[in-house]
């Protein structure tokens, strides 16, 4: 059975930074591209970032505009999205996601979701 596990959210101050953390088990991890999502109230999930299976290549959305950024690590199976200077406008639930092979930006094409996790900025 495929979880994975978000952590790290919260409530921070615009401009400020958090931490998103990724657990994954039931997978061979080592083969999945890893990207990760987020969904604001009344609107579509959309995507953030994405990392190939070996950490090679990385994708952003172009909102990130070089405050995020995506890693992993193949030994501890986890996978993580360092967020700075936080926007209101990041406020949604981030999920976690996997896709066997390549990457993809499109939620149609994720094979396993995390359940979520709540980022909330003020203002």
Do not use: H
């Amino acid at each position: 059975q495929v979880q994975l596990g978000e952590s790290g959210g919260g409530l921070v101050q615009a401009g400020g930074s958090l931490r998103l953390s990724c657990a994954a088990s039931g997978l061979t991890f080592s083969t999945y591209a890893m990207a990760w999502f987020r969904q604001a109230p009344g609107k579509e999930r959309e995507f953030v970032a994405a990392v190939t299976w070996s950490g090679g290549n990385k994708v952003y959305a172009d909102f990130v505009k070089g405050r995020f950024t995506i890693s992993r690590d193949n030994a501890k199976n986890m996978v993580y999205l360092q967020m700075s200077s936080l926007k209101p406008e990041a406020t949604a639930v981030y999920y976690c996601a996997a896709k066997d092979g390549y990457l993809s930006r499109y939620p149609d094409n994720v094979d396993y979701w995390g359940q979520g996790i709540q980022v909330t900025v003020s203002s």
